[in-house]
């Protein structure tokens, strides 16, 4: 497991939210990211999830929900990693992963585009 400290890896997302093209950043819409220390439920090597409605499903009449939220988990993710760059690679992909879903990108098309 790779030690790491909560700011640290707060900013290694922070940095790979940096990388989104802005234009892809300014069509997010009612979204938030988050880092969590480990997922709910049993995926204990979870790394990310997008917990929303993406923009591909809402109608003409969504409005007024709450905020989307992709959530990206420090644990898990320090677990599977090797070392700091690592972590920082796996955190990237995980953002833009999720990021995805947001967009409606299912998970088999973002492994058809290569992002396993």
Not at 17 to 32: A, M, Q, W
Request: with cysteine; aromatic share 6%.
């Amino acid at each position: 497991m790779v030690e790491m400290t909560r700011e640290d890896f707060e900013k290694a997302v922070e940095d790979a939210i940096d990388e989104v093209p802005d234009e892809l950043l300014d069509l997010i819409d009612n979204c938030v990211i988050l880092v969590e220390d480990e997922p709910e439920g049993d995926d204990k090597e979870l790394l990310g999830l997008y917990d929303g409605v993406a923009l591909t499903e809402r109608g003409d009449l969504w409005g007024g929900a709450l905020p989307d939220r992709i959530l990206i988990y420090m644990n898990p993710t320090l677990r599977m990693c090797e070392d700091v760059e690592d972590v920082r690679d796996e955190v990237a992909i995980t953002v833009v992963h999720e990021i995805a879903h947001h967009f409606g990108i299912s998970d088999e098309r973002l492994h058809e585009l290569g992002w396993d």
